[in-house]
């Protein structure tokens, strides 16, 4: 599905450079990605800390997984191939986000490695910072929460392919960064998350 079927096409090279676009707005893009299980908190967390920027003078900006799915990705289902596609896109979607300035959270369960990496090279390739953040929560913890109810249903097997009860969910190896939300608030690991950014340079 990601193989390119346009033919006769060519890359036009814009007349604005991308530092000209971070001076503008005073902060340089990057893509801070959030991986974990569904109520693991990825969402809460992305919007707190989009908040919290925002208020401090950046900009920022949340692509969350419900919200695509509502629209740019609308046409695809939960198979392996259509959440490959999925992170695909949403990569692709991000990397022009970073690349405009904007500090862009992603909130997608993507509980692929491969997918992820994917993502990952294609930052790398831009010269674009990627930071993974591993949003910890074991399943447990997650079904007690389930705000929308969806691990209910999937253990009465009406979700088939359900990431962390009847699909699989592979957890980073080595992500920049992890949270673990089985013991910080949302507001304690939104700002944990930005302590790294500060840390290494990406906010002052």
Known sequence: MNQRSATNITWHEGHVERESRFALLGQRGATIWLTGLSASGKSTI????EHLLVESGRLAYVLDGDNIR????RNLGFSPADRTENIRRIGE???????????????FISPYRADRDMV???HEEGGLPFIEVFISAPVEVCETRDP???YAKARAGQIPEFTGISAP???????????DTA???PTQAAERLLGYLRENSLIS
């Open 46 to 49: 992305a919007f707190t800390a």
């Open 70 to 73: 509502h629209g740019l990705n």
């Open 93 to 107: 979607v991000a990397k022009l986000f970073a690349d405009t300035g904007v500090l862009t959270f992603t909130s």
């Open 120 to 122: 990952r090279k294609l």
């Open 148 to 150: 929308k109810g969806l």
């Open 169 to 179: 969910y592979e957890a980073p190896l080595n992500p920049e960064l992890t949270i």
């Open 183 to 185: 013991v910080l608030t």
